[in-house]
T-cell receptor, first 112, second 115 residues
Framework: DQQVKQNSPSLSVQEGRISILNCDYTNSMFDYFLWYKKYPAEGPTFLISISSIKDKNEDGRFTVFLNKSAKHLSLHIVPSQPGDSAVYFCAARKGGSEKLVFGKGTKLTVNP | DGGITQSPKYLFRKEGQNVTLSCEQNLNHDAMYWYRQDPGQGLRLIYYSQIVNDFQKGDIAEGYSVSREKKESFPLTVTSAQKNPTAFYLC??????????????FGSGTRLTVV
């Protein structure tokens, strides 16, 4: 049973445009959500996170939106740059737990 | 600099052999994790340890074993019982409690190939 779902395996956008990566979850016990960025043959690196008490968190070009009623979150990258091309993982954590549950990832390609 | 070191970066194993992947951290983190990444499968949890001398199975523990004799080290052994061991293996760590707001710190991974 996949608790964190990223239904789009890939996404291609033009440089300068907005990239929107989506993530859905099924477990209402999740109270913290994170996005990681991963390049090939490297470990994931933390990008941005959001607590379930918020609906938006912004850090430079990256904004994460959380819709608790829909159990949906999205990562917006504006403007997209070629260096943003990577696999993006959505992850979720239950209250009181350190363990993260990951989605399958979305491969973002930003074309010059 | 603090971080997690995984070695080797590339590893080749003959069928039927056991092999051990190293993971060392100098972040003073209490919890450590092993994940496996396969194409289209995302990150799947193999084993995790929240304290020295204790560890728990993750979602895909069959064919793997771990030890946690020191806080800094969490080696993973891929045994001959693992039917499809070719994959990219990631080690991660986090402080105790709820961890940081950054979740895990990951190592750079080990690519294991069975030949």
């Amino acid at each position: 049973d996949q608790q964190v779902k990223q239904n789009s395996p890939s996404l291609s956008v033009q440089e300068g445009r907005i990239s929107i990566l989506n993530c859905d979850y099924t477990n209402s016990m999740f109270d913290y959500f994170l996005w990681y960025k991963k390049y090939p043959a490297e470990g994931p690196t933390f990008l941005i996170s959001i607590s379930s008490i918020k609906d938006k968190n912004e850090d430079g070009r990256f904004t994460v939106f959380l819709n608790k009623s829909a159990k949906h979150l999205s990562l917006h990258i504006v403007p997209s740059q070629p260096g943003d091309s990577a696999v993006y993982f959505c992850a979720a954590r239950k209250g009181g737990s350190e363990k993260l549950v990951f989605g399958k990832g979305t491969k973002l390609t930003v074309n010059p | 600099d603090g971080g997690i070191t995984q070695s080797p970066k590339y590893l080749f194993r003959k069928e039927g052999q056991n092999v051990t992947l190293s993971c060392e951290q100098n972040l003073n983190h209490d919890a450590m994790y092993w994940y496996r990444q396969d194409p289209g499968q995302g990150l799947r949890l193999i084993y995790y340890s929240q304290i020295v001398n204790d560890f728990q199975k993750g979602d895909i523990a069959e064919g793997y074993s771990v030890s946690r004799e020191k806080k800094e080290s969490f080696p993973l052994t891929v045994t001959s019982a693992q039917k499809n061991p070719t994959a990219f293996y990631l080690c991660a760590s986090t402080p105790a409690g709820y961890g940081t707001n950054y979740g895990y710190t990951f190592g750079s991974g080990t690519r294991l190939t069975v030949v």
